[in-house]
């Protein structure tokens, strides 16, 4: 899938998990994953790094 912010290719491993971050490679901007009404499908949604400080 691709990124919503710089519309990368964005790789989402075979075994990605709902609520999975992805990052992109990029612009940086990470994503959660979300899954949509199919299964096995996912899709993104901006993701935001609390748990993650990167003290910038
Ligand atoms: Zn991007």
């Not at 994503?31 to 990167?54: C, I, K, M, N, Y």
Request: hydrophobic letters at 35%.
């Amino acid at each position: 899938m691709n990124c919503l912010e710089c519309d990368a290719q964005v790789a989402v491993p075979s075994d990605a998990i709902q609520g999975e971050i992805l990052t992109c490679r990029e612009c940086g901007t990470s994503f959660e994953l979300v899954r949509t009404g199919s299964e096995g499908l996912f899709a993104l949604q901006p993701a935001e790094l609390e748990e993650e400080d990167w003290g910038e």
